[in-house]
């Protein structure tokens, strides 16, 4: 049997994602990803909230990040494996969907291990445009896993970062990282310690991906004026900074529920003042105040963000081949006979 189109979903694979990400640039889909997370984030209040769900094991995480604007529901699978890397896998994969509210008809799948790299890196430079130093140049990299490049051309796509300054604790990931950056436009400085790497930065990103209490940062490593980008400390009992630095900083967050289990901020008391970025956007919440303020991105990652890189998605493929059409729903000619489209096939 032939599927009727109502069967169809587009459906974007691994390789057409690759090929979309080519065919638009690397810079230029980054940033049209984060005028898309602008746009919703603005509309803030339109959409349905909840934490993610997670499953966690010994071994790692598994989640649902699920919203809705009334008009289109979208959700994403991810999971965190850290220890997936010592077996040469990835620690992050995940894939996504849309849906349409109203007959609840799936419109989009697709992968999303590439989609939120990219998307984590929109989000990231997004807020470095509201919270940074307008001066900034330099930014440090700590940790140079499969992030750090789609963060760096980012913060140089939106932020005008030039000098990017690597550290890893595994030095072949700063090598890779160092490698993979050539021929971009920045100028990469690879450091044996995360304090040669945070020497004149303006901005500071850490993403680490071991699943612990860690200090990433000691409070004498951060200066006045710095931006700092945490994106690492993304789930209960995993952190990267040390305590007394959040003290000192003005926190920004995506949605404080979800933060406060899984970000930074879950080592202070549940009262401890954060500012939601969405406020930011809107101008109902001040950003970055002054040359000497600490301004603090608790990035955990949030469903608003899959949902607009989905929405980016459907549009970006229309009119083009970068998707195939998956025979994804049963479509049968009475839509109370599904035995009977069963029997037919045979």
Request: proline content about 5%; charged content about 20%.
């Amino acid at each position: 049997m032939q599927p009727s189109d109502k069967a169809l979903v587009p459906f974007v694979s691994v390789d057409n994602m690759m090929r979309l990400v080519h065919h638009v640039g690397v810079e230029r889909m980054i940033t049209q990803i984060a005028d898309q997370i602008e746009s919703d984030f603005k509309r803030w209040e339109s959409f349905d909230k909840t934490p993610r769900i997670p499953a966690h094991s010994p071994h790692g995480v598994i989640e649902l990040m699920p919203t809705s604007d009334g008009e289109a529901y979208g959700f994403k699978y991810v999971n965190g494996h850290p220890k997936n890397t010592s077996e040469g896998l990835q620690t992050v994969t995940a894939f996504g969907l849309l849906a349409d509210v109203y007959t609840g008809y799936p419109t989009l799948l697709t992968e999303m291990t590439m989609l939120t790299a990219l998307r984590t890196a929109a989000t990231s430079a997004l807020v470095g445009s509201y919270l940074a130093p307008k001066s900034s140049t330099v930014m440090a990299m700590i940790g140079n896993g499969a992030q750090s490049e789609f963060q760096c051309l980012a913060f140089k796509a939106m932020c005008g970062i030039t000098t990017v300054r690597l550290y890893d604790t595994d030095s072949n990931a700063t090598k890779k990282c160092a490698a993979n950056l050539q021929g971009t436009g920045l100028t990469v400085v690879s450091c044996s310690t995360p304090e040669e790497a945070i020497e004149g930065a303006h901005i500071i990103s850490t993403c680490t991906a071991d699943k612990k209490y860690a200090t990433i940062l000691t409070d004498n490593m951060v200066g006045p004026g710095v931006h700092i980008n945490a994106i690492g400390g993304d789930c209960p009992g995993k952190t990267e900074l040390h305590k007394d630095i959040l003290l000192r900083s003005d926190i920004f967050v995506e949605y404080p529920e979800q933060t406060r289990i899984e970000g930074e901020i879950q080592a202070l008391d549940d009262d401890h003042p954060v500012t939601e970025m969405w406020k930011v956007m809107t101008g109902q919440a001040e950003g970055r105040r002054d040359d000497r303020q600490i301004t603090l991105f608790d990035s955990v990652g949030f469903a608003i963000e899959d949902f607009s890189a989905l929405r980016y998605i459907k549009s970006a493929i229309e009119g083009t081949d970068f998707y195939e059409p998956l025979d994804m729903l049963a479509d049968p000619d009475d839509p109370r006979d599904l035995y009977g489209m069963l029997m037919r096939a045979s």
